[in-house]
């Protein structure tokens, strides 16, 4: 598809998919870059535009998150993910940095197929819980920031440990929107500092605020008429198969 970045198309189709990722999210509690990663390499093809593009068109909505939650919070297990997280976000970043045409492809199929293992772990609900916490936490964030700054995907070793953990879903869903916030705008510095914000990136993110706005709302009014695991299921099946796409590009 040949789309240019002042293209109606272009912003129409970035909108679209924010908007998807984003009713996700705040319906289920995770996946907005689970799917949006994907989807919007399969159509824009360049990584290096697309992992800024996220977290610039998130971090503002998460600051207005973090505001009304910040009283659930546990503000010392986001202080370990993102002290852990820090220095493999740079290493994530440097990676995507150094990516060319001939590499490209590679890491939009590896996009891809952390997707797909990601959430066939978190649809297998593992639960045997790890008496210790701290050392789970601190590797489950260097984890989370190597994915963050590489490909954008921060939260699977998250939800996976907390899953595993049994957290309760409120803190543990407050807690996630929290680490995400700070590690976007923290990612965000690298990126400029790495020379990974561009105009494009920027215009891809302004395309994709209004969408991920509007996909939070109406994910808030939906999640009071779900009950049960129904929706839970269709979300994974659906991140699933967005986990697909890059192998056809």
Not at 193 to 208: D, H, K, N, P
Request: aromatic share 10%; hydrophobic share 55%; net charge positive.
């Amino acid at each position: 598809m040949n789309l240019t970045p002042d293209s109606l198309q272009l912003y129409l189709i970035i909108a679209s998919i924010t908007a998807l990722a984003g009713t996700l999210q705040s319906v289920v509690g995770f996946g907005f870059n689970l799917v949006a990663a994907p989807l919007l390499i399969f159509f824009l093809k360049d990584p290096k535009e697309v992992v800024p593009a996220l977290h610039l068109s998130w971090f503002l909505l998460g600051l207005a998150i973090c505001l009304r939650l910040w009283h659930q919070m546990n503000a010392r297990r986001i202080a370990l993910w993102f002290m852990s997280a820090l220095p493999a976000v740079f290493i994530g970043v440097w990676v995507l940095s150094q990516l060319d045409e001939s590499n490209e492809h590679f890491l939009n199929r590896a996009i891809g197929s952390v997707t797909i293992l990601a959430t066939i772990a978190i649809a297998l609900k593992f639960h045997r819980p790890f008496r210790h916490e701290k050392p789970w936490i601190l590797a489950s964030g260097g984890l989370s920031g190597l994915l963050c700054g590489s490909t954008g995907m921060s939260g699977p070793p998250l939800v996976l440990l907390g899953l595993n953990q049994g957290w309760p879903a409120a803190q543990f869903r407050a807690d996630l929107l929290g680490y995400f916030t700070l590690l976007s705008i923290a990612t965000i510095g690298i990126c400029q500092w790495q020379g990974l914000i561009t105009e494009t990136s920027i215009r891809y993110a302004v395309a994709g605020t209004p969408g991920l706005t509007i996909g939070f709302i109406a994910g808030a009014l939906i999640a009071k008429h779900i009950h049960g695991n129904r929706f839970r299921y269709a979300a994974i099946c659906l991140i699933c198969a967005t986990g697909v796409l890059p192998w056809l590009a």
